[in-house]
């Protein structure tokens, strides 16, 4: 079980990872025998990793739930929702600025990637998705007891070549190799689709904290085909939650006086308040946005779920178009849509629930977590990538690429080489030549996006065939072939073919990092990326211990403890005894193997606690006692695990 | 229209070529070995040979999926995550290969246009290449009205004036939109005359493919009949989407 490769979920607002693998243990009792991919929650217990990434006092940097107080007490030290900002130039993010207190770095020049500031330090938004992103592997690295080193990733479906391209960059940067960028709506039907392979087609409606997106696939044996996708990304429950802070705002500048636009901790406030607001009226049909404001006062208002609805409905009526024009692409019509699924945090909403169903004529699907099916499509994709399994065996993803590829033609106008919803891997071969004579480079730009004219696409990056042989205007011919990998990346190489030679061309991403750029960040982050990786692994192997061993307290004063045989106990009694002495020690194998000692010799007990009454007793005692999740994917349900 | 570069038979049988397996050393199919399965080398090929298809514009399309989602099963990326960098990119390019033939081939204008480039015929009027012509020199690019549309046509254009007239007045003339709608109607019966006109063409080059020899005749004669259907084809639906347009469709 050396090479993990683990699925993760890169959010707006809050990311996971996931892992699959088998059968049930005393670490893992809840988790049923059909049920193979799970969570891995954080040391906290909790599953989800909020998206915040802040720089503490110490200069340290700091993510999750723990950099959560950091947006409310140094609002200039912490950042979320940075995957707005992914693979974008300053330009595109004026808008996005206005509603979100990011700083930019002062000291960006034109062209350059993106910095936000930090404290005293600035940070591009790969980087900091990268301090996620090494948050989750440390995790899932305290969860396996081992390194982790490969991973897939997911993106919205709607994201471009620069945006994905930012996304790998992130894994790299975090030490991780991403065997995969795999779109978020897709890894959602594998999650869904692993435990009822039948035939027919689904359609996936992916509402997230910012982005939108939806994809509609064809299923035939285990072939997980999508036929057409699209979305927005930039669209999602921060939109409404905007909504939500500019009447607050409104109402404070009226009745209090108070112009507080400017005030990040007041805003952060306000923030926490709609949130908490938006997240009841999903189950009441009314709710109090109650916030503390900076300086003691008070700040309510009571809304309805009516006035609510009628607040968000144009956000949430952004989502139709693409998803007729989805329908539209595949070529079929809504009611040959056989299924119906909701992913995303904001398909909690009443109203997006009710907006599918009229859509699609349709109940769509909710079993799964909203918030985790990404996480655990992710996962199976991992699982798929990393060799298969029983349970993956048949199973193969063929995506598309959202976005239409093309080149700047004469004139501004966009010639399409590649067609969106294409099937990638895709490919396209184009020929050029020079206009005047002697000419020894060729520029071109390549775009994105289904506009008319270039300067409407999005561009992806000028370069330049050089090295053409001087010949006469129009006599050379240049190949150049443009390639979509499996991960919806751009790949670009040049010949010129009259002389047979080679061009050498240098792609230029329009808002990317160089791969020097990238290699500089994993260097700079080695130190802190292999932190201590002994020493860290040392204490949870203690803390582990000593979950297993409250675990075993708790078995001994079951039933179940009774009706082993007294070989069993003596094993037990040995085993613990290993680890009691073990654990004081500062030699990890050690710890490790006495722990896996108990958990043998434990395996029947566990199974008995199971299948006795008693568990769920002993469940509900826990789960109130604890703040982990319920569901299979928290490791340790019997005990949490204790930090010093 | 249709420019026959070549002038001598040229059809070139499906070449079932033969080579060894470079892992296991047994014979090869195609892109994957048979015995084995493991992706090989890229081959320069058509996107019919790639199938193992001749080069007939009938086709099962069933079947060509299922054939799809079998060799997708050997060639994806996916399949290869962890092996070499050699096996890796044989399969990107195998696979991009895959998806490019089979989007091409399963749909009938797409597959039609293919073969005419594979057999070195420009389609003038809807070609990028003469659209890029008619770019870098300025040229109008010539309009082909079918002649029996010339009537047709003109009377369109005027009521698509009017109506776009009446759109940006905010005016509504319901006896116009019917019109229109009526002309629309006639115009997508037309696109499936056409349907049928370019399937007749078809069945015409297939029992030419299944003789084995084309003489230049029988080739430019069937090339020229798919180059005007097509370009009927691409000037009726553009009229079409004119009025849809109009309609707000």
């Known amino acids: 079980m050396s090479d993990r490769v683990v699925g993760i979920d890169l959010g707006t607002t809050n990311s996971?990872?996931?892992?699959?693998?088998?059968?049930?243990?005393?670490?893992?009792?809840d988790a049923p025998a059909?049920?193979?991919?799970?969570?891995?929650?954080?040391?906290?217990?909790?599953?989800?990793?909020?998206?915040?990434?802040?720089?503490?006092?110490?200069?340290?940097?700091?993510?999750?739930?723990?950099?959560?107080?950091?947006?409310?007490?140094?609002?200039?030290?912490?950042?979320?929702?940075?995957?707005?900002?992914?693979?974008?130039?300053?330009?595109?993010?004026?808008?996005?600025?206005?509603?979100?207190?990011?700083?930019?770095?002062?000291?960006?020049?034109?062209?350059?990637?993106?910095?936000m500031k930090l404290g005293e330090r600035s940070f591009t938004p790969p980087e900091i998705s990268a301090h996620i992103l090494r948050q989750l592997k440390k995790n899932a690295e305290r969860f396996f007891g081992a390194p982790v080193k490969q991973a897939v990733i997911t993106v919205p479906a709607y994201f471009n070549d620069a945006q994905r391209q930012a996304t790998k960059d992130a894994g790299r940067i975090a030490g991780?190799?991403?065997?995969?960028?795999?779109?978020?709506?897709?890894?959602?039907?594998?999650?869904?689709g692993l435990d009822r392979k039948r035939n027919g087609t689904v359609a996936v409606y992916d509402l997230g904290g910012g982005t939108f997106d939806v994809s509609i696939l064809k299923l035939n044996e285990g072939i997980f085909e999508v036929i057409a996708t699209n979305g927005d990304t930039h669209l999602g429950g921060d939109d409404i939650d905007n909504l939500l802070i500019a009447i607050a705002l409104e109402d404070i500048a009226g009745d209090m006086k108070l112009d507080l636009r400017r005030n990040g901790e007041a805003v952060q406030r306000i923030r926490q308040g709609v949130i908490d607001a938006k997240i009841a009226l999903s189950s009441q049909e009314v709710a109090v946005i109650d916030v503390d404001l900076p300086g003691g006062a008070k700040y309510q208002r009571q809304i309805s779920r009516n006035d609510f609805e009628e607040l968000i409905r144009p956000v949430i009526d952004r989502t139709v178009g693409p998803c007729r024009q989805a329908i539209k692409d595949a070529g079929i019509a809504a009611e040959q849509i056989d299924e119906v699924v909701l992913v995303g945090g904001s398909t909690r909403i009443p109203l997006v629930r009710q907006l599918v169903r009229d859509l699609f004529q349709r109940e769509p699907h909710t079993e799964l977590n909203p918030d985790e099916v990404v996480a655990l499509g992710a996962a199976v994709q991992a699982n798929i990538l990393g060799g298969g399994s029983e349970a993956t065996q048949d199973m193969l993803l063929l995506d598309v690429t959202p976005l239409s590829l093309g080149i700047e033609a004469l004139g501004g106008v966009v010639a399409k080489i590649i067609h969106r919803n294409s099937t990638i891997p895709a490919s396209a071969t184009e020929h050029f030549t020079t206009g005047v004579e002697g000419q020894t480079s060729v520029a071109i730009h390549v775009v994105q996006g289904e506009r008319e004219l270039a300067k409407d696409c999005r561009s992806l990056a000028r370069f330049d065939l050089k090295g053409v042989p001087p010949m006469p205007a129009g006599l050379p011919r240049i190949e150049v072939r443009f390639l979509i990998d499996a991960n919806g990346i751009l790949h670009v190489s040049a010949r010129e073919q009259r002389s047979g030679k080679e061009a050498e061309i240098q792609v230029q991403p329009s808002y990317g990092l160089t791969d020097e750029q990238v290699e500089n960040m994993i260097l700079e982050s080695f130190d802190y990326a292999e932190q201590d990786f002994a020493e860290r692994q040392v204490i949870e192997a203690r803390n582990e211990g000593e979950t297993i061993l409250a675990a075993l307290d708790k078995g001994r004063h079951s039933g179940a403890w009774l009706q082993l045989t007294p070989q069993e106990r003596a094993r037990i009694d040995q085993a613990e005894a290993s680890v009691r002495e073990r654990r004081a020690g500062n030699d990890y194998q050690a710890i490790r193997h006495s722990i896996d000692e108990l958990n043998q010799a434990t395996m029947r007990l566990a199974e008995l606690m199971m299948d006795t009454?008693?568990?769920?007793?002993?469940?509900?005692?826990?789960?109130?006692?604890?703040?982990?999740?319920?569901?299979?994917?928290?490791?340790?349900?019997?005990?949490?695990?204790?930090?010093? | 229209m249709a420019d026959s570069q070549n002038t001598t038979a040229t059809f070139v049988e499906t070449d079932p070529s033969i080579h060894q397996c470079w892992s296991c050393g047994d014979m090869r199919a195609a892109q994957f070995c048979g015995a084995c399965g493991k992706v090989q080398p890229p081959m320069p090929c058509d996107y019919f040979n790639f199938f193992g298809l001749p080069r007939e514009l009938n086709l099962d399309v069933a079947k060509l999926e299922r054939e799809f989602y079998v060799m997708s099963r050997k060639l994806h990326p996916d399949v290869y995550a962890r092996s070499t960098g050699r096996e890796q990119s044989w399969s990107l390019e195998a696979s991009s290969l895959l998806n490019d033939a089979y989007r091409t081939l399963r749909d009938p204008i797409a597959r039609t246009e293919y073969l005419l480039k594979l057999e070195g015929v420009h389609i003038e009027e809807q070609s990028k290449s003469a659209t890029e012509q008619a770019r870098v020199t300025g040229e109008t690019k010539k309009q082909f009205v079918p002649p029996d549309l010339l009537e047709e046509v003109f009377e369109l254009n005027m009521q698509l004036e009017e109506a776009r007239m009446n759109n940006t007045m905010g005016e509504n003339d319901a006896g116009l939109i019917r019109q229109l709608q009526q002309t629309k109607a006639h115009l997508e019966e037309k696109l499936n005359q056409l349907g049928d006109e370019l399937k007749r063409a078809w069945d015409d080059w297939d029992a030419l493919v299944r003789r084995r020899l084309i003489g230049p005749t029988d080739r430019s004669r069937v090339f020229a009949r798919m180059v005007d259907v097509l370009n009927r084809r691409t000037y009726i639906r553009n009229l079409v989407r004119d009025v849809n347009e109009v309609l707000g469709i």
């Open chain 1, 176 to 192: 991780l190799e991403v065997l995969r960028l795999v779109n978020e709506p897709t890894a959602a039907s594998l999650a869904y």
């Open chain 1, 16 to 29: 996971l990872v996931a892992y699959m693998e088998g059968g049930p243990s005393l670490s893992h009792p």
């Open chain 1, 34 to 115: 059909g049920s193979l991919v799970r969570i891995i929650p954080g040391e906290d217990g909790s599953n989800l990793v909020p998206s915040v990434v802040a720089l503490d006092r110490e200069g340290q940097i700091v993510v999750g739930n723990a950099a959560r107080p950091h947006l409310i007490e140094t609002p200039e030290r912490a950042v979320y929702s940075v995957k707005r900002l992914m693979g974008r130039g300053v330009e595109d993010v004026k808008e996005e600025l206005k509603f979100f207190p990011f700083q930019l770095a002062e000291d960006l020049v034109p062209g350059e990637v993106l910095r």
């Open chain 1, 613 to 644: 009454a008693i568990t769920s007793a002993l469940k509900g005692k826990n789960l109130e006692s604890s703040d982990v999740e319920d569901g299979p994917a928290a490791p340790h349900p019997i005990g949490k695990a204790e930090f010093e």
